[in-house]
Nanobody, 124 residues
Framework: QVQLVESGGGLVQAGGSLMLPCAASGFTFSIYAMGWFRQAPGKEREFVGRISGSGGTTVYADSVKGRFIISRDNAKNTVYLQMNSLKPEDTAVYYC?????????????????WGQGTQVTVSS
C-alpha cells in the first residue's frame, strides 16, 4: 500500500524558513521522481517542484526558484522541501506526490499517489 505522509507545517513569519519532510512507504522509493505541490483556499493545486529518483535533478516553479530546495534521502524513503525567505503568498497546504513514469511531472494528473497535505501559513 503506497503511503505518503507530509509533516513539518506550521506558522512562520515572512522571511523565515520551514522544512517539510514527506515519508514514503509501500513502493521502491528510489526509482520514482517525487513532486511537491501546494494549494491555497479557493485556488487550484499548483506545481512547486520535483526531484528525480536519484536526487540528481531538480525542477522548480518560477514562483519559488531560488528560495525553495527539494532534496531526498533514499535510505530513509523521505523527500524534503526546504522553504526559505517565505512570503505570505506561500501560504497553502503543501503536498508531496509520486510522479507517474514517463510523464513530465508539472501537472497534478502526472502523479498517481498523494500525501494528505500539511498547512503552511506565512504571516506578514
Amino acid at each position: 500500500q503506497v503511503q505518503l505522509v507530509e509533516s513539518g507545517g506550521g506558522l512562520v513569519q515572512a522571511g523565515g524558513s520551514l522544512m517539510l519532510p514527506c515519508a514514503a512507504s509501500g513502493f521502491t522509493f528510489s526509482i520514482y521522481a517525487m513532486g511537491w505541490f501546494r494549494q491555497a483556499p479557493g485556488k487550484e493545486r499548483e506545481f512547486v517542484g520535483r526531484i528525480s529518483g536519484s536526487g540528481g535533478t531538480t525542477v522548480y516553479a518560477d514562483s519559488v526558484k531560488g528560495r525553495f530546495i527539494i532534496s531526498r534521502d533514499n535510505a530513509k524513503n523521505t523527500v524534503y522541501l526546504q522553504m526559505n525567505s517565505l512570503k505570505p503568498e506561500d501560504t497553502a497546504v503543501y503536498y508531496c506526490a509520486r510522479k507517474k513514469s514517463g510523464l513530465v511531472g508539472v501537472r497534478v494528473s502526472d502523479h498517481d499517489y498523494w500525501g494528505q497535505g500539511t498547512q503552511v501559513t506565512v504571516s506578514s
